[in-house]
T-cell receptor, first 113, second 113 residues
Framework: SQTIHQWPATLVQPVGSPLSLECTVEGTSNPNLYWYRQAAGRGLQLLFYSVGIGQISSEVPQNLSASRPQDRQFILSSKKLLLSDSGFYLC????????????FGSGTRLTVV | DAKTTQPPSMDCAEGRAANLPCNHSTISGNEYVYWYRQIHSQGPQYIIHGLKNNETNEMASLIITEDRKSSTLILPHATLRDTAVYYCIVRAFSGAGSYQLTFGKGTKLSVIP
């Protein structure tokens, strides 16, 4: 069966520090991968999606970037965090047929201080 | 993408059926209706989806009107663990082959003992 792993679960980082969040999927190949962010009390915002290795599409211009170095690995990064980067970051995947929608990871709660 | 409209909040007595409405009057003929829920501090969880026929699985039933302009998610016997934000989403298709989901604000369902 397919599983999605996301870590760390929580993270407290100072303003100006770098960020790296990792997401991996097991039990499938060539998944579509997504990064979402949920600010406190807000809805889910799509940040990036990827349909293949090295293919990244950005939905919102921001202080963040994403990379997909391997088929089942998706990384969210920042060179210098801002206070506004605080939030709940979620990784998700779908198969190419999308018959059953997204499967989300357990999320990373990032607090920038 | 077709937009959806949901009530911001609803209450339901434990053991009763919870009926969550969703309006999607601009839905296109090839767009599916998806339902997800998000329990506090967790990633969203897929519940059910449908095109035009009513659907049922172990979690819920989905009733879609004949004109497809609205739908209702039914949790037949709500429990306290069903307290969550429920999202009704119409699937957007990206020409790149990915399937982006746009999450609105959803309906916060509170199951009351």
């Amino acid at each position: 069966s397919q599983t999605i792993h996301q870590w760390p679960a929580t993270l407290v980082q100072p303003v100006g520090s770098p960020l790296s969040l990792e997401c991996t999927v097991e039990g499938t190949s060539n998944p579509n991968l997504y990064w979402y962010r949920q600010a406190a009390g807000r809805g889910l915002q799509l940040l990036f999606y990827s349909v293949g290795i090295g293919q990244i599409s950005s939905e919102v211009p921001q202080n963040l970037s994403a990379s997909r170095p391997q088929d089942r690995q998706f990384i969210l990064s920042s060179k210098k965090l801002l206070l506004s980067d605080s939030g709940f970051y979620l990784c998700a995947w779908t198969g190419t047929l999308f018959n059953y929608g997204y499967t989300f990871g357990s999320g990373t709660r990032l607090t920038v201080v | 993408d077709a937009k959806t409209t949901q009530p911001p909040s609803m209450d339901c007595a434990e053991g009763r059926a919870a009926n969550l409405p969703c309006n999607h009057s601009t839905i296109s003929g090839n767009e599916y209706v998806y339902w997800y829920r998000q329990i506090h501090s967790q990633g969203p969880q897929y519940i059910i989806h449908g095109l035009k026929n009513n659907e049922t699985n172990e979690m819920a039933s989905l009733i879609i009107t004949e004109d497809r302009k609205s739908s209702t998610l039914i949790l037949p016997h709500a429990t306290l663990r069903d307290t969550a934000v429920y999202y009704c989403i119409v699937r957007a298709f990206s020409g790149a082959g990915s399937y982006q989901l746009t999450f609105g604000k959803g309906t916060k369902l509170s199951v009351i003992p």
